[in-house]
């Protein structure tokens, strides 16, 4: 009999109400209490919908991030933090938040730095360590939720990230090695699985994805130290890889000395045959089989075809789960009462997914005959995904197939655009801007949700936007910002808005998904070809641009990010895809220019998290990926200025495709790292203009004048000044006007004081 496990689910709840619970907390509109038993009842409901499977997972559920859980369950928290007054739950939320400085004498407090979980769209909080770091069991934090389970009748498996993985994704503060932290590290480790052992615990889903990254001897070398030490404890460890493919590592993961292994098989479906034969006869072999990144339908008959052979030779060694946590996708498709009935039988959430696995699992123990209905109703929605006329455009194959190398190409170099765009614009040393967005306040909320329930007019929810893109100049003007943008009042979503517009996406009106601790997403469906029938953005911005002298940024997502933050359809390369939404923003941008806007920013944000996790893969990704930004880009005049921007983005990796972009400015997300991300500019001579964010737009704190200009200072010391730009890290939307507009008076304060200072020397 194959076991049926999950390795993780949504933890906002159904209808956010994590989301609305945590912001209710940190607004003190309820207590510690309160949040806490919000959580609980999230938690017993993801258990109650699990209970058909034979292992339910716990602790995947976090109040915020699972890696900070794991810092605070592991007792590294970092000093600045732990040396605070207040409960654990005090201290957890500012090493996620920060704060802001209170008085003189209590500065502010900044929050840990945060980046993507591999090459998925949700952010982890980065474990800070030196040299001197100690680690000390806080078992507690996992006990509470696991002995809560079993009171409730739950078969709960404990889930905690591995040792080594926890290592890999830290950052060491010093000069240190992580590594030489793992001899301090696993006495730790097994004091919390004796623990677990003590409470019940049978099996322990221990994550370690980094195994499927290409790892350093040393690294190898930590896996095997790592579980040959472990090997002592009592509850069976299920070494858990997911993102991908195990390749060269493939035979470690096998032969490491635990009890069971899981694999994805969605990414590295052939290398399950290997696994089966390499596998040592007395470990269970757990197979990730349905997708646990993308919201497709899994072809239950196909999947049953080369699985049921699988089953035969492993008996009751096979379990059967999801491929990663189901963390990455929407809770529940039956919500979805209103999206296109033919589009909707080809999807599959969360709830859906576990529905899917049963199947799979019934038709492995007792044979298809036991679910032929399902497998009938299953093969239908594939077939007629297949051969829907919807999905396939004729036209855009033939648009695709006129696209030449020009359309890259801009007409000249940057050295000489440079001094056209200098001349047109008249801008000053250190130009200020922001990144698109300005607050999202309740009543543009209001009348959004009005508009969209049909209980206010086209007309008049055009005028309010309006008056919000005003009040966002005048405010802009007030401020003395140099490069104005209108605020985005009508944008639900930078890659929703534009979805909404082009044909070959569909929205789902519940399909959240958490994007890091209360802040969720909605991700576009991108189910078929990609056109776009009508301009999408160019009345608001002209009407903005028509409201003042000063240059409007016109805001567009570009291509690869639009891709990379949607459920992609999964029957064609997504270069095909990228390239699609890449002739649609092409399009956007010349409507945008022939307008009279002369400044236009293509967002990228998400151009890194779309690298493939082994290195190896990466020029292949970024040579497309590239390309699709320069053909949206690059049909405009020398005088037309293109920016774009990118998140949290590593950029010694990857600076020389970012150059290749030839964007005539960049802006990134450099204030958590302390301007640390700029250190490659120190090797790499980026030969356009950068705009390195000053003001932390993730956190409540509001950066001081000497902030910003110490941090500017230290950008200067590696790119010429009169290449730098001043901007926040990330568009506004989710900070209040009141937050938003100190912070942006010392930024232009800061800008100011550095161009005295630069025309004083």
């Not at 209490?33 to 034979?54: C, H, K, V």
């Not at 095997?224 to 460890?237: D, I, Q, S, V």
């Not at 301009?535 to 805001?555: R, V």
């Amino acid at each position: 009999m194959a076991l049926l496990h999950n390795l993780g689910f949504p933890r906002i709840g159904a209808n956010r109400e994590l989301k609305f619970a945590l912001e209710a907390f940190w607004d003190d509109r309820i207590s510690d209490a309160q949040l806490l038993q919000q959580a609980a009842d999230i938690r017993m409901q993801n258990w109650q919908l699990q209970q058909p499977l034979d292992w339910i997972p716990v602790g995947d559920f976090s109040l915020y991030d699972q890696v900070l859980d794991m810092s605070f369950c592991l007792g590294n928290v970092p000093t600045r933090i732990s040396k605070l007054d207040g409960s654990e739950l005090d201290r957890y939320f500012r090493t996620a938040r920060g704060r802001a400085a209170k008085s003189d004498t209590e500065p502010c407090l900044h929050a840990s730095e945060m980046t993507k979980w591999f090459d998925t769209n949700y952010h982890y909080l980065v474990p800070e360590v030196t040299a001197d770091t100690t680690f000390s069991v806080n078992s507690a934090r996992l006990l509470e939720p696991f002995n809560e389970a079993r009171n409730a009748g739950i078969k709960a498996k404990p889930v905690i990230i591995g040792p080594v993985t926890y290592l890999w994704l830290s950052k060491a503060k010093d000069e240190s090695h992580r590594l030489d932290l793992l001899p301090r590290l696993l006495p730790v480790y097994s004091q919390l699985l004796e623990a677990l052992a003590d409470a019940g615990a049978e099996w322990v889903q221990i994550d370690e994805p980094a195994l499927v990254t290409e790892l350093s001897p040393e690294w190898k070398h930590a896996f095997e130290f790592a579980y040959h030490t472990l090997k002592a404890n009592r509850p069976n460890l299920l070494l858990t890889t997911y993102f991908g493919t195990l390749q060269e590592n493939l035979r470690l993961a096998c032969h490491l000395p635990v009890a069971g292994l899981h694999i994805d098989a969605i990414r590295g479906r052939d290398e399950v045959h290997r696994v089966v034969d390499w596998l040592p006869a007395h470990k269970v072999l757990s197979i990730g089989v349905i997708d646990g990144r993308n919201i497709w339908k899994t072809d239950l008959n196909a999947t049953l075809d080369w699985l049921e052979p699988i089953a035969a030779r492993l008996g009751e060694r096979l379990w059967l789960a999801p491929s990663c946590s189901l963390l990455h996708v929407p809770v529940d498709l039956d919500n979805e009462t209103d999206l296109d009935p033919e589009i909707r039988n080809w999807l599959a959430f969360a709830r859906q997914k576990l529905t899917e696995l049963m199947v799979l699992g019934k038709a492995i123990n007792q044979g298809r005959t036991a679910v032929a209905t399902e497998l009938a109703a299953n093969q239908a929605a594939i077939v007629s995904r297949q051969q829907s006329s919807r999905v396939h455009n004729p036209l855009l194959t033939q648009a695709l197939e006129a696209i030449t190398p020009e359309f890259g190409q801009r007409q000249h170099h940057y050295a000489q655009r440079a001094p056209k765009q200098a001349a047109h614009l008249q801008l000053p040393l250190y130009p200020t801007t922001t990144i698109g967005s300005f607050p999202q306040t309740a009543e543009i909320r209001k009348a959004r949700l009005a508009f969209k329930q049909q209980q206010l007019s086209w007309s008049d929810y055009q005028a309010g936007m309006k008056t919000e893109i005003e009040r966002a100049v005048r405010e802009q003007e007030a401020l003395g910002l140099d490069v104005l943008v209108h605020g985005e009042a009508e944008r639900n979503d930078m890659v929703e808005y534009f979805g909404e517009q082009l044909e070959g996406y569909v929205f789902s009106r519940f399909g959240w998904v958490q994007s890091y601790g209360s802040r969720c997403v909605k991700p576009p469906i991108l189910f078929g070809d990609i056109n776009r029938p009508n301009p999408m953005t160019t009345d608001w911005i002209k009407y903005a641009q028509s409201l003042t002298d000063k240059p409007m940024k016109g805001m567009l997502t570009g291509p690869v990010t639009m891709l990379n933050w949607s459920f992609v359809r999964d029957d064609q390369p997504r270069r095909q895809t990228c390239l699609q939404l890449a002739l649609a923003i092409r399009q956007e941008v010349l409507d945008l220019e022939a307008a009279g806007i002369n400044i236009i920013q293509i967002d990228e944000a998400a151009l890194r998290e779309g690298l493939p996790l082994r290195r190896s893969e990466w020029q292949n990704y970024l040579n497309w990926a590239t390309e699709c930004f320069r053909i949206s880009a690059n049909g405009v005049r020398d005088e037309t200025q293109i920016h774009t921007h990118m998140c949290y983005s590593e950029f010694n990796d990857i600076i020389e495709a970012i150059a290749q972009m030839d964007a005539d400015v960049i802006t990134i997300e450099t204030s958590r790292s302390d301007m640390e991300l700029l250190d490659v500019f120190e090797e790499f001579e980026y030969p356009n203009e950068i705009g390195p964010g000053v003001y932390d737009i993730h956190s409540p704190n509001i950066p001081d004048q000497e902030q910003i200009i110490h941090l500017m200072g230290k950008a200067a010391e590696r790119i010429p000044d009169k290449r730098l730009w001043i901007n926040p890290d990330c568009g506004l939307k989710t900070r209040r006007w009141e937050e938003v507009i100190p912070a942006l008076q010392n930024m232009v304060s800061a800008a100011k004081a550095l161009r005295q200072s630069a025309v004083g020397g």
